[in-house]
Nanobody, 118 residues
Framework: QVQLVESGGGLVQAGGSLRISCTASGRIFSGDVWKWHRMTPGNQRELVATVSSGGTTYVVDSVEDRFTISRDNRKNTMWLQMDNLKPEDTGVYYC????????????WGQGTQVTVSS
């Protein structure tokens, strides 16, 4: 069974930066997509960014000028570099690994808290 573990969250002042990571233990296959989601204090889950095993990335419009997603397949690790953080970026950030072809899977991490103070 694969486990995803996020790390790197914390408290930062507005305008600061954080880099969070997500590492998978166990067998991961090519052809999957890894994603960052966040759960806001209002309990709304939002997609933040995605990266495929081939390196194709997508970042939602609201953060695309401040957040960068990356991935190292050899390390089974994904990162989210967050710059110029704003209080509205506060939330629990979750990573997800999903593969739609055989073997299919849909793994989630436990989340890491990011708090941005004003």
């Amino acid at each position: 069974q694969v486990q995803l573990v996020e790390s790197g969250g914390g408290l930062v002042q507005a305008g600061g930066s954080l880099r969070i990571s997500c590492t998978a233990s166990g067998r991961i296959f090519s052809g999957d997509v890894w994603k960052w989601h966040r759960m806001t204090p209002g309990n709304q889950r939002e997609l933040v960014a995605t990266v495929s095993s081939g390196g194709t990335t997508y970042v939602v419009d609201s953060v695309e000028d401040r957040f960068t997603i990356s991935r190292d397949n050899r390390k089974n690790t994904m990162w989210l570099q967050m710059d110029n953080l704003k209080p509205e970026d506060t939330g629990v950030y979750y990573c997800q690994a999903v593969r739609g072809m055989t073997p299919t899977y849909n793994y989630w991490g436990q989340g890491t808290q990011v708090t941005v103070s004003s």
